[in-house]
């Protein structure tokens, strides 16, 4: 199966800002600003339409959707957490903790998809939300497609027992484990604090405090094949964990991540990557600053085929 995606989908903001719903758990977001809602909104859609300038420049193939201005959907832009496809020619939807990120399941996305490409099947987790039990996509969970395997920290927005069950019904080995920052606080996704490309795996084992489960996930990446990239509780907080890896159209990897976080490795991590993938930063930080996420969770990998 194959582990990097040659397409991405990527939402256009129509109603970027701070999301009052999603702060009560994630750490990254920040409030205190001189800039109006709206000067937010026009700096986050100005770093969009870059990051897509970017990536375009490079020869990766980018699906742009338009958001739609109502209902109002402040983190539109992290389209990773709502729905996923698998390289099975699966699309899937998740859970969302949040209710105002729910109103981001648009059925006109999905149908445009079905058009462009070759789906095998819809599924829908979205029942759990009843429950309260959550699975945030890309963001909850870490795929390693080729070993067949997925990895998650368990927090308010990743049950423990849904990731098990979601991870059995698409045959992969679930590797779970608690990540937490350095004040104690549980770290709310998987994908800032671990990625995983084709022949590396970067991650703070620093944030699994149990010695056990540190062992046990590194052992793991290690024994798949994955280089082990290791990145500090510090540059987590400046999103270098938060990465995905792409092939352009000619087959050249590529692994996007925020100027923020490209500024924040060291010299000699940047040359590690060097022997694996070519660094794409990308400039986004009002959307960082205020949505809490960083540059894998505005790219949803297109793993259908046309």
Request: aromatic letters at 10%.
């Amino acid at each position: 199966m194959a582990q990097l995606a040659y397409k991405v989908l990527m939402v256009r903001p129509a109603s970027f800002g701070f999301n009052t719903e999603t702060a009560v758990n994630n750490a990254f977001q920040g409030k205190e600003t001189r800039l109006s809602p709206q000067e937010i909104a026009q700096k986050a859609i100005a770093e969009f339409d870059k990051a897509v300038e970017i990536l375009r420049a490079q020869q990766i193939e980018v699906l742009v959707i338009q958001d739609t201005e109502k209902p109002p959907k402040p983190d539109a832009v992290f389209p990773n957490n709502w729905f996923c496809t698998l390289p099975t020619g699966k699309i899937v939807l998740f859970p969302m903790f949040a209710p105002n990120r729910r109103e981001e399941k648009r059925d006109d996305i999905l149908q445009q998809l079905m058009g462009d490409f070759k789906v095998r099947d819809v599924e829908d987790w979205s029942e759990f939300e009843a429950e309260n039990f959550f699975l945030e996509g890309t963001g909850s969970m870490i795929f390693d497609h080729e070993n067949m395997v997925v990895y998650a920290c368990i927090s308010s927005r990743t049950h423990k027992s849904l990731f098990e069950k979601f991870a059995h019904a698409h045959g992969y080995q679930p590797i779970h484990f608690l990540s937490k920052d350095e004040k104690n606080i549980p770290i709310y996704h998987t994908n800032v604090m671990m990625h995983i490309g084709e022949s590396y795996a970067v991650i703070c084992l620093d944030s699994i405090k149990n010695k056990t489960e540190r062992i046990y996930v590194s052992q793991q990446l290690t024994e798949s094949g994955h280089e082990i990239i290791p990145i500090t509780q510090e540059q987590v907080r400046h999103f270098a964990g938060n990465m995905m890896q792409v092939k352009n159209k000619n087959g050249k990897k590529y692994t996007i991540l925020s100027q923020t976080a490209f500024d924040a490795l060291s010299t000699e991590q940047k040359d590690i990557f060097a022997f694996h993938t070519q660094l794409l930063p990308i400039p986004i930080e009002t959307i960082e600053t205020f949505g809490g996420g960083s540059a894998r969770c505005m790219v949803a990998e297109i793993f259908l085929q046309k």
